[in-house]
């Protein structure tokens, strides 16, 4: 990870790191003064099952970030690859092969829009609005501008085993433990975590020193791509047909959750359980909301300015790397 400036107080370097932690005890304050329902069993199992998908795109858009990038198509692939799940499911095929062609799918994608940010040298923000624009339309296609739907009930029965519980808690909540966990080893075990972070420290001193810069940063795009993909399927499965229009605004929720949880938008700071967490309040106080009958508007409004300071606070005596 990126060293701080000197010059950053301790109180300040705290709260960066744990700021997603500071916010969940402030919400359940909040929660246990205006509404008590809050913690009872079935909300807290419905606020898991609700996190599941953007905690997911969440992890996926961390590895993007620590490298100093974005990824604003993360909606758009997300529609394209609910549509694919959807249309085999419908099809008749195994569920094991639909998740292992998504998932596959969603790599390469992920890893070709690294590889034109790598490459071509553009600005992360213009290649991946490009893709987000195109994506959409290639779903749009892909589904004959329709919806499908997985009507055939042997069909439906097909996903199933990610609609269940074991031992009371959500498969999609599992598969987002699962995923958190193996992030976190990937992170912060291996040598490819280091250079996950040293590459969005400082991209320059990072190449000199012998790391592959592009070779990262397509690697981090690609685990993305991965993570839209395992949330697609959830989502599929859940409503039971693929939509060209699902996922509108889920970049913006993935990157929220990441930016709460600790991670700079500047690359190099960030860690995988701060995510988890930054994901898990975001969800929060979206469900809190809902149960203290807030306009979604409203809801929308709120989330806006917790995002504007978790980023300023994020970029607080810290300074943007060198470029490549």
Not at 37 to 44: D, I, K, S, T, Y
Not at 164 to 185: F, H, K, N, Q, R
């Amino acid at each position: 990870m990126a060293q701080p400036r000197s010059g950053q107080s301790a109180w300040l370097l705290w709260i960066q790191r744990y700021q997603s932690l500071v916010g969940l005890v402030l919400l359940l304050g909040v929660a246990y003064w205006q509404q008590p329902l809050f913690f009872a069993p079935g909300n807290l199992a419905n606020v898991l099952n609700q996190l599941a998908i953007p905690g997911t795109l969440a992890l996926g858009m961390t590895f993007v970030i620590l490298t100093g990038g974005i990824d604003l198509s993360v909606g758009s692939l997300f529609a394209l690859l609910n549509c694919v799940t959807a249309s085999w499911c419908a099809s008749g095929t195994p569920l094991w092969m639909t998740v292992a062609y998504v998932v596959f799918l969603g790599t390469a994608i992920g890893a070709l829009t690294g590889g034109i940010v790598s490459w071509s040298g553009l600005q992360p923000f213009v290649v991946t609005l490009g893709a987000m624009v195109s994506l959409r339309g290639v779903a749009f296609v892909y589904s004959n501008r329709t919806f499908i739907y997985i009507r055939e009930p042997e069909h439906k029965k097909l996903l199933e085993p990610l609609q269940g519980d074991v031992a009371g808690l959500p498969v999609s909540a599992i598969v987002l433990l699962l995923c958190t966990g193996l992030a976190w080893v990937v992170l912060a075990r291996t040598r490819f975590g280091r250079q996950v972070y040293a590459v969005g420290g400082n991209a320059l001193a990072s190449r000199l020193s012998g790391v592959p810069v592009n070779q990262t940063r397509i690697g981090a795009y690609a685990i993305n791509g991965m993570c839209v993909a395992l949330s697609a399927v959830l989502f599929s499965s859940k409503i039971q047909m693929g939509q060209f229009s699902a996922g509108i605004g889920y970049e913006l929720d993935a990157i929220a959750g990441a930016v709460v949880g600790g991670c700079s938008l500047i690359g190099g700071y960030g860690s995988v359980l701060g995510t988890f967490g930054g994901a898990l309040f975001i969800v929060s106080v979206g469900v809190l909301m809902t149960l203290m009958s807030i306009d979604k508007l409203v809801g929308d409004g709120f989330k806006g300015i917790i995002i504007l300071i978790a980023v300023y606070m994020q970029n607080l005596g810290r300074r943007k790397s060198d470029a490549v």
